[in-house]
């Protein structure tokens, strides 16, 4: 059971910005934990894509961007490129779960 | 570093679903690591099922916690999953990974395998 809210889909055209948001509680992202957020390309394992709020492991580009505030993050792409199109999720950790918890998964298409 | 699920596609309500996870390129016994399962129920979004520290401490999602378990297979560099009593609802695909802490950072996957419960 997904405890993370996420849209289902959000869609740009090559170049344009999107952002998709991750809405928690208070005992998940509002509180000091941290979010993640992951990319799974079709048919491929998914990858780590924004470590603790705003971080980009080695590899990945920089138009990939995190931030969080209170209960809420989001991730933003700017500069969509069509190899951008994969499903997205987001992960923090729940002190009343006393483990991960995940967002609902949104699906970026490159119109 | 790779991960790699394996394990019956087919299980029968009732029996235990077992899968194993086989680590390369790093030590499953290597300090600071939580070794994860997780799963995703068919067109729904993911949940945690539980982890086991390196030392093999396991951690596990209360509402699966009466029928998991979570080992290590240090000789073999895996580590696996044991849910019993399964019905048509653990019918899901199954993923394991590396988190770098207890809060997250899954910093690597296996491709996840689909485990479907039926008689």
């Known amino acids: 059971q997904s405890v993370l809210t996420q849209p289902p889909s959000v869609s740009g055209a090559p170049g344009q910005r999107v952002t998709i948001s991750c809405t928690g509680s208070?005992?998940?992202?509002?509180?000091?934990?941290?979010v993640y957020w992951y990319q799974r390309l079709p048919g491929a394992a998914p990858k780590l894509l924004i470590s603790?709020?705003?971080n980009r492991p080695s590899g990945v580009p920089d138009r990939f961007s995190g931030s969080k505030s209170g209960t809420s993050a989001s991730l933003a792409i700017t500069g969509l490129q069509t190899e951008d199109e994969a499903d997205y999720f987001c992960?923090?950790?729940?002190?009343?779960?006393?483990?991960?918890?995940f967002g609902t998964g949104t699906t970026v298409t490159v119109l | 570093v790779q991960l790699q699920e394996s394990g019956p596609g087919l299980v029968k309500p009732s029996q235990t679903l077992s899968l194993t996870c086989s680590v390369s390129?790093?030590?499953?016994?290597?300090?600071?690591?939580?070794w994860t399962w997780i799963r995703q129920h068919p067109g729904k979004g993911l949940e945690w099922i539980g982890y086991i520290y390196y030392s093999g401490n396991t951690y596990y999602n209360p509402s699966l916690k009466s029928r998991v378990v979570i080992s290590l297979d240090t000789s073999r560099n895996q580590f696996s999953l044991k849910l019993n009593s399964v019905t048509a609802a653990d019918t899901a695909l199954y993923y394991c990974?590396?988190?770098?802490?207890?809060?997250?950072?899954?910093?690597?996957w296996g491709l996840g395998t689909l485990v479907t419960v039926s008689s």
């Open positions: 990974a590396r988190a770098r802490n207890y809060v997250g950072n899954l910093d690597f």
């Open positions: 208070s005992s998940n992202i509002g509180t000091a934990s941290d």
């Open positions: 992960q923090s950790y729940d002190s009343t779960l006393y483990g991960f918890v």
């Open positions: 390129g790093a030590s499953i016994s290597s300090a600071g690591f939580y």
């Open positions: 603790d709020n705003n």
